[in-house]
């Protein structure tokens, strides 16, 4: 419930001003704690500087431990008990099947085609889901049948073939689950899905056959560039690659007016790649852009968008707890949050020291993609979990729909219960230029639901904190609820395949097109007869 003094002070204009003070103050408190606790990790990191050599860590145990992160255990994986759950990334609490019999971990592609032969050969009703180490989403993957097995693919993890031709070339990827489900980064002006790059995919069907599909416009190749494992498990593809270069990451903050009621699409197009974040409590936006520059420009940035040091694990988490009944803390953890965000996340690569000011240089992948840095885990070890809420609609229906979104934020807030994000980079707003797949969220494609997906699209990404205590409700479930009913039925939206709930397929299947679903699964049928490989989002999408 509300507290009684927080209420008046979110209804009243001047306490309003007061309390955003307070909060305000509150989280540069925090900030500079967390920098100082960024200081010391990178002490203990790198060694100390003197002039331009480094003290190695080896000499460095006899400073003290400003900040430890002992408390956290990183479980090792275990023997698998028939009947139990396959649990995702986040562990005990959420599966991503219920109940499956047996987990194999295959090292090369051979031995993926013995396990499915097998399976065919016994012909006993058993079900086949491959995984990586990253499944999302709770309980959308995999079939409710106990007779599911899982066939963890990361092992079998290959990069070969690399061929270039000048400053372009192919390269095999052994074996390709982004492709399957229709991954992508964020760009307007680019091909921002991933198979949007394959020009050959090797499919292990549900005969044990592996198919080899060259890129063309033929159905086969539709189905399989978003085929959400359903065809069989995609063991290789080949990918056009660009020699490295080098690109800059500029980020500005702009006031939510500004964005509702401005060219969204002039904000994005422009670079290669760019997104916005939305702090809703802070009503104000982190417009991130990127693009390229001469290979000869100088710096080594690395991007980490999980990297966590303890301080900030433990903060965040405290906070967030705290939040499971009551909004403010919530809200101050928002404040923390951006004010932490609005400087870069990245790295020197060779110093791992932080970067202070925007922009910042570096090689693509360090820039766009990064890592982990040295001595900090990602979120997620330091019990920090969420649940996670991603539609696309057109880019030309986007500032409807943050309007909308915010009218939603606004009601909340008048009936007492205000809302805002829990996530530590804000809510992710995220841009897809059109791709032509059956399946995919940006594909012109449409039915009986009119809408111009022609200029792309924006992807609307709301992460939630999922509090530890009692039942882990969230404090803004039934926003969510009504914010996802609200969005499938205003809006064509298109669901992200890995980053929903069951209910959320459900209430937006509406807007898929019937006659490529009726198209993919006629090839699903070719591909896998028996339907060996086989999953709730199936069922849901009834192909």
């Not at 070969?160 to 980064?185: F, K």
């Not at 969420?386 to 409807?400: D, L, S």
Request: hydrophobic residues 40%.
């Amino acid at each position: 419930m509300q507290l009684p003094l927080l209420s008046s002070l979110w209804n009243a204009d001047t306490s309003r001003i007061a309390w955003d003070y307070f909060l305000s103050g509150v989280a540069k408190s925090i900030v500079i704690m967390v920098h100082t606790a960024h200081f010391a990790v990178d002490l203990t990191a790198q060694g100390l500087q003197v002039g331009n050599a480094y003290m190695p860590t080896s000499l460095m145990i006899y400073l003290p431990k400003l900040f430890s992160s002992d408390q956290v255990q990183i479980e090792q994986p275990k023997a698998h008990v028939p009947g139990s759950p396959y649990n995702t990334y986040d562990g005990p609490g959420f599966p991503a099947c219920h109940s499956v019999a047996q987990i194999h971990h295959p090292s090369t592609v051979d031995e993926i085609v013995g396990i499915v032969r097998d399976v065919i050969k016994a012909d006993n009703g058993t079900r086949i889901r491959a995984s990586g180490p990253r499944t999302t989403e709770s309980l959308i993957g995999s079939p409710d049948d106990p007779n599911t097995i899982i066939i963890r693919t990361d092992g079998v993890n290959t990069i070969r073939n690399l061929n270039m031709n000048g400053d372009e070339g192919t390269v095999d990827l052994d074996p390709a689950g982004s492709i399957a489900t229709g991954a992508h980064r964020s760009s307007l002006s680019q091909d921002s899905q991933v198979s949007s790059a394959a020009v050959e995919l090797d499919i292990l069907n549900g005969e044990g056959d592996l198919i080899q599909l060259k890129k063309d416009d033929s159905d086969d190749w539709l189905a399989a560039t978003a085929s959400l494992g359903l065809l069989g498990i995609i063991t290789r593809v080949k990918l056009v690659v660009v020699k490295d270069f080098k690109v800059y990451a500029n980020q500005t903050i702009l006031e939510e007016e500004e964005v509702l009621n401005g060219d969204i699409y002039a904000l994005i197009a422009p670079y290669v790649t760019a997104n916005l974040w939305w702090w809703p409590g802070q009503r104000r936006f982190h417009q991130r852009t990127y693009n390229v520059v001469p290979v000869e420009t100088e710096g080594n940035a690395f991007q980490s968008t999980f990297s966590v040091t303890p301080l900030e694990g433990y903060t965040g988490r405290t906070l967030l707890d705290m939040g499971q009944d009551v909004s403010w803390p919530n809200f101050l953890a928002e404040k923390i949050f951006y004010d932490i965000w609005c400087a870069p996340n990245f790295h020197d690569k060779i110093t791992n020291k932080p970067l202070k000011s925007w922009p910042v240089y570096g090689w693509a992948y360090d820039v766009l993609i990064g890592g982990l840095y040295p001595q900090q885990l990602p979120e997620w070890d330091y019990d920090i979990h969420g649940r996670t809420y991603e539609i696309a609609v057109p880019v030309t229906q986007a500032n409807a729909l943050l309007k909308r979104i915010r009218e939603l934020f606004d009601e909340a807030a008048a009936q007492g219960k205000p809302v805002t994000t829990t996530y530590r980079s804000g809510i992710n707003i995220k841009f897809g230029k059109s791709f032509d797949s059956f399946l995919g969220q940006t594909t012109e494609r449409v039915g009986e639901v009119k809408a111009d997906w022609s200029k792309g699209a924006i992807m609307f990404d709301f992460p939630m904190y999922q509090p530890r205590g009692g039942d882990h409700h969230l404090y803004h479930q039934e926003f969510f609820t009504n914010l996802a009913r609200v969005l499938a039925d205003d809006f064509p939206s298109r669901p992200h395949w890995s980053k929903n709930t069951r209910e959320v397929l459900r209430q937006t299947v509406k807007n898929l097109d019937n006659e490529s679903l009726q198209r993919f699964s006629k090839v699903r049928e070719r591909f896998d007869p028996k339907r060996i490989y086989h999953t709730i989002v199936a069922e849901i999408i009834n192909v």
